[in-house]
């Protein structure tokens, strides 16, 4: 919940009126963070995870209203199974750790995919997690486990049909997984890949884009501030015409 009154936000070169309300985040580079410093890939993942804390804490500062992660994709799979068991471990651990400090934030947390595939420890852990934070009030953490952005439209598109909807933009959107969050307004990616691998496809139609070459593990609250003073320069127009700023 937002805990910087405006003049404190310009202190840190934010306007209250351009802050993002959704952020999306693709944290990647966790394993060329590790190896460059000679490192397993799993010690960059366990740094990944350390960088969490900082931004989803200054993300709820701010007042951001919700912020979507992406953990891990549907083509992660694909990934050995030793590299797998790592990051289930990671992530078990985390909702374990962080949960209590979470909800004292009143952040609430939803996992977004499919996560029926993951072990059922892992499943636990972010149910209780979900669970034990689903009537706070503050940011709206949506965790992407196992999550492709094709999948969620099939899914969605499939359930609206089965629920007797007409297929149209307004009613497809209400059946996506971040339906309460909307659509994204910053989207960032880390590590110097221009791409979107599989993210939110839907939501990102009018996104600004954000990517650095700073690698996730170091992606701190300075960086998320570097990408917040930029979003608040760019001129969203949303197919009209020039306006003064973010809108
Ligand atoms: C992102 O870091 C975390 C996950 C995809 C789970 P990577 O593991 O993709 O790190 P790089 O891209 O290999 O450096
Ligand atoms: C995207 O990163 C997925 C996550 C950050 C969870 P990847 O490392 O899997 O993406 P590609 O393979 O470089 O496109
Ligand atoms: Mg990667």
Redesign the pocket.
């Known amino acids: 919940m937002k805990q910087y009154t405006d003049r404190e936000l310009a202190a840190f070169g934010l306007d209250a009126q351009r802050i993002p309300k959704h952020i999306a985040i693709i944290?990647?580079?966790?394993?060329?963070?590790a190896?460059q410093k000679g490192l397993p890939?799993a010690a960059?993942?366990r740094a990944?995870v350390n960088a969490l804390r900082e931004i989803i804490r200054f993300c709820s500062d701010i007042g951001v209203e919700a912020l979507t992660l992406?953990?891990?994709?549907t083509e992660?799979r694909k990934?050995p199974k030793e590299?797998i068991g790592v990051?289930c471990g990671l992530l078990i651990e985390y909702f374990n750790r962080e949960i209590d400090e979470l909800h004292a934030n009143a952040v609430r947390i939803r996992s977004i995919g499919d996560l029926s595939w993951f072990p059922g420890a892992v499943q636990e852990a972010v149910r209780n997690a979900e669970q034990k934070t689903a009537k706070n009030a503050g940011l709206k953490l949506n965790i992407a486990l196992n999550y492709g952005g094709r999948a969620e439209l099939v899914s969605a598109m499939r359930r609206a049909i089965d629920a007797g909807e007409p297929l149209a933009e307004d009613t497809l959107g209400r059946y996506l997984d971040t339906a309460d969050a909307g659509d994204v307004d910053l989207l960032i990616r880390t590590?110097g890949?221009l791409r979107i691998s599989n993210f939110l496809l839907w939501q990102i139609a009018y996104a600004e884009l954000y990517f650095t070459d700073v690698?996730?593990p170091d992606f701190t609250r300075e960086e998320l501030l570097r990408a917040l003073r930029d979003y608040a320069g760019r001129d969203r127009r949303f197919g009209g015409l020039k306006t003064d700023g973010v809108k």
């Open positions: 944290m990647d580079g966790n394993g060329r963070w190896t890939r960059g993942h990944g992406y953990a891990f994709s992660n990934r590299e990051l590590s890949e690698k996730w």
